[in-house]
């Protein structure tokens, strides 16, 4: 590797933002035929370093070369034009246009202003096949997967004679089986000769693919390592700047005091409860101080059914109990008015209003409930919102910043923070630490300990297995848009016994054949 | 010294800023074209002067783009202010011109509590199209522009209703306390609103609703009454800048009235900084806004500009303070300025000027 010369380098790139030093004199490296994973925590810099190499930013200070001569991008057109391409965590297409469309869009085969469909779908297509994607390059973007959506940028990305191609998050919310298509691609287009720049926040997936990894911190560059010499707690470690031992901590207490949390009273009862073309019927009851974790694969219904203990979406079929009362929850505000209270697994689209500040969008759902006519008073706002800044320690602890100003960690944790001072009894939580830095999550899987210890009923939903079993009590796992089970969470339960049961959909015929 | 100079970005910065520039620019030029234009002066314990006209031929206009400013900040909008205006003029002047006695001012405030209700019923209408049905706004409220209008001619049987009313036209011409009766409403109207909505939490969850509707919708906002609410308000303040226009001319026109008047509200509302996207809102934006093309109007006249080419002025200012205000262009315009400021200047130089302007 190390015979060839990068086909990029950013030498000592500085960028300030007012009050901020986003990045300090980083250095990064890309050789030709390498995957490179760049780590950090939210806020570390990731996102701002690609902005200023695609030239979304200018940097401040610092040097970029590519193949050797200096550039300096004024947009993302003229990298993508140098053959430097970008696909962002956020799906960046068109989802009502074609999927061939969205690959030529821009720069459609043409002739005399007028667009060759045939030509334009004959190359889609070819494109694709040599991704191993077989789809319909005529239908609406929209109608795939947010994974195929996912590939179909990449496909775009690649198509025009990309040298360096940046993935930034790409497989945040990818199921397994669409991360190792992913990965296949990825190491495919490797061997083609391209610099990939991988920026993720699973260890497994840097573990499987990257060469080398260059982790920031705080803006400054920690180091660039051979994956191979870099163990994945010193990774961690480097990551954070400090020693985590907070989640063996979490971990002892995995399984703790089940039977006290069964014999509790149910908080809600889910009998037969489902929704035509969302959800199958199912029954789940959840006791008081019991974390009851919802495992299985993107799209098999998971955030389907907290949307119906929350009332997000409508159930039409099946009885719902709160108490041990019966139940009907037609909307968000019914079941607000039930101490139930949720995190959607969107935060940006379904849980934060962007433009308002952090004091706003934490009484947001306390205000909602006690109406316009009745504020909530000034002092007692301020004193909330100081509490719990302070309680999840989010950062910058500055009540009046637009909340989109923050990082994801951040903002999960105003969500969260939302909820929690309208004292829920039943909090559904729908992938909290989905695309969080690891600090944070240890956080927020500690505060869920917490809760559930002081009698909260959780419902927690995590595409992650290990996070599941740290904090669940019991494991509901979907599939196919069915409960097909529940597992008790005691020593038995790991995590490739739950996998065994969410990639075979029965767990007893399994036991009955071994 | 130092002083000033790290608050100037900050005043520079203010979404306000450029308005009022522009506005404080216009009324020199006036000044310098006639300097009697800025006298006040007090006759027969009445308040007179160009500034005072502008203020009260302004006062429907601010009416009109407060309610806009509500509806824009749930992210929608109401171009069927204008027609509202017409009906509840045609609606007053007509109860009015069927009293024997047309100076009771019992009857006149029968008339503006009928013409308000209707105006109620209109904004119900326009909320309902638009929170219940889920038509967009931009055609929810087109439907009542059009029907608006053949409502205000039906009501008027395509006549221009005339009224002789001392109380009614009290509205647009009296004076209360030396101000102009206009003026005071307007201010009240202002004030009231603004106390609604940030005294209370009814302002935030506006900017809620418009900022995200769904998250909204998640945390417990009734979204639907907001939005609902929002219109009624608009069509409210229409209706009294409706009462304000006719009282004005003392006759209702059902063709004229308020023509064209929502489009000048929502360029109040734009040039006062609050985003047709939706989401944050500022009165005081608004009011300055209404004030500056009222001002613009008023120039034209008093300038002699030729009527022909008076849109074409009036069109140049508006671009010029939309230019400014815009972040894109101001971004390009800053970076030219540095670029061309210090061309040979060290990097660090370069910075330090970038984060000063």
């Known amino acids: 590797m190390s015979d060839r010369p990068p086909v990029l380098t950013m030498t000592a790139i500085s960028k300030f933002f007012p009050g901020v030093r986003a990045l300090d004199g980083v250095d990064f490296r890309l050789f030709p035929g390498e995957v490179h994973a760049l780590m950090g925590e939210n806020g570390a810099g990731k996102s701002t370093l690609i902005k200023v190499l695609t030239g979304v930013y200018g940097a401040d200070a610092g040097t970029i070369t590519l193949d050797g001569a200096p550039v300096s991008f004024s947009g993302p057109m003229q990298a993508t034009a140098a053959g430097v391409s970008t696909v962002y965590q956020e799906v960046n297409l068109c989802p009502n246009l074609s999927v061939a469309e969205n690959i030529f869009i821009g720069r459609q085969p043409g002739r005399l202003g007028s667009v060759r469909w045939r030509e334009m779908r004959r190359r889609a297509s070819a494109l694709l096949a040599r991704l191993d994607l077989d789809i319909d390059v005529g239908e609406l973007l929209g109608n795939y997967s947010l994974a195929v959506q996912q590939m179909v940028a990449i496909a775009r990305a690649v198509d025009v004679q990309a040298r360096v191609l940046i993935l930034d998050e790409p497989t945040s919310s990818l199921d397994s089986d669409e991360v190792a298509q992913l990965m296949r691609i990825m190491r495919q287009l490797r061997d083609e000769g391209i610099a990939i720049l991988f920026v993720t926040h699973f260890l497994d997936q840097v573990y499987g693919i990257a060469d080398r990894i260059t982790v920031l911190r705080n803006g400054r560059l920690v180091g660039e390592y051979p994956t191979a010499e870099l163990p994945q707690f010193a990774l961690v470690e480097k990551m954070i700047g400090k020693e985590l031992d907070t989640l063996e901590r979490l971990d002892e207490r995995a399984g703790r005091d089940r039977a006290a949390v069964e014999a509790a009273a149910p908080v809600v009862e889910a009998t037969d409860l489902g929704r035509s073309g969302s959800v199958a019927p199912f029954s789940l009851t959840i006791h008081r101080g019991e974390v009851v974790g919802l495992a299985g694969l993107l799209g098999s219904g998971r955030t389907e059914v907290a949307r119906l203990f929350f009332g997000a979406d409508r159930a039409d079929q099946g009885r719902l109990a709160v108490d041990g009362r019966p139940a009907s929850i037609r909307g968000p505000i019914a079941a607000i008015e039930r101490n139930i209270a949720f995190c959607s697994e969107n935060r940006r689209t379904e849980g934060l209003v962007g433009e308002l500040s952090v004091r706003e969008n934490i009484i947001l759902a306390l205000q909602a409930a006690r109406g316009w006519l009745r504020p909530v008073p000034r002092r007692r706002q301020d004193e909330l919102v100081r509490r719990y800044i302070e309680a999840l320690s989010i950062r910058p602890a500055d009540p009046d910043m637009p909340v989109r100003n923050l990082s994801g960690g951040n903002q999960q944790k105003v969500v969260l923070a939302r909820w929690l001072i309208t004292e829920p009894r039943l909090l559904i939580l729908d992938e909290p630490t989905r695309g969080i830095d690891i600090g944070a999550k240890t956080e927020i899987q500690r505060l869920v300990v917490q809760l559930s210890d002081d009698g909260m009923a959780v419902l927690f939903i995590s595409a992650e297995l290990e996070e599941v079993l740290r904090l669940s009590h019991k494991v509901a796992v979907m599939r196919d848009r069915h409960l097909v089970t529940e597992l008790a969470n005691d020593e038995s339960l790991d995590a490739e016994r739950v996998m065994r049961v969410i990639a075979s959909g029965a767990e007893q015929k399994e036991r009955d054949e071994a | ?357």
């Not at chain 2, 945390?219 to 608009?234: D, E, F, H």
């Open chain 2, 1 to 357: 010294m130092s002083d000033w100079r790290t608050r100037l970005p900050a005043v520079t910065g203010h979404r306000l800023f450029w308005p009022v520039v522009a506005l404080v620019l216009l009324l020199v030029a006036n000044a310098i074209y006639r300097p009697s234009f800025l006298a006040v002066e007090v006759k027969n314990g009445h308040l007179y002067g160009s500034l005072v006209d502008i203020v009260r031929l302004s006062a429907p206009l601010i009416l009109v783009a407060l309610g806009m400013t509500l509806v824009i900040a749930t992210g929608g909008i109401d171009l069927s202010v204008g027609s509202v205006v017409a009906v509840s003029g045609a609606v007053a002047c007509l109860y009015i011109s069927r009293q024997p006695d047309q100076n009771s001012l019992g009857s006149v405030l029968v008339a503006l509590a009928i013409a308000l209700g209707i105006a109620l019923l209109l904004g119900l209408w326009n909320g309902t199209l638009v929170a219940v049905i889920g038509i967009q706004p931009i055609i929810a409220t087109l439907i009542l522009m059009v029907a608006g209008r053949g409502l205000a001619q039906l009501i008027t049987s395509g006549q221009i209703i005339t009224i002789n009313s001392d109380p009614y036209r009290m509205i647009g011409v009296g004076h209360v306390l030396t101000l102009p009766f206009a003026i005071v409403i307007a201010l009240a109207v202002t004030l009231l609103v603004a106390l609604l909505t940030r005294r209370t939490a009814l302002g935030m969850i506006i900017e809620a609703v418009g900022g995200n509707a769904e998250a909204s919708r998640l945390a417990g906002i009734r979204a639907r009454r907001i939005k609902i609410l929002v219109y009624v308000a608009s069509a409210a303040c229409a209706a009294v800048a409706g009462f304000m226009m006719t009282a004005n001319v003392s006759s209702a026109d059902g063709n004229a009235a308020g023509l064209w008047v929502e489009l000048d509200a929502i360029l109040a509302v734009v040039i006062g900084g609050t985003s047709l996207t939706g989401g944050r809102f500022s009165f005081g934006g608004t009011v300055v806004g209404a004030l500056l093309i009222q001002t613009l109007t008023t120039s034209v006249y008093a300038m002699n500009i030729d009527p022909q080419t008076s849109l074409l002025f009036k069109a140049m200012v508006v671009i010029a303070v939309c230019l400014v205000q815009a972040p894109a262009f101001r971004a390009r315009f800053r970076r030219r300025r540095s670029r061309g400021a210090a061309p040979a200047a060290p990097v660090g130089e370069n910075r330090k000027e970038q984060v000063a302007a």
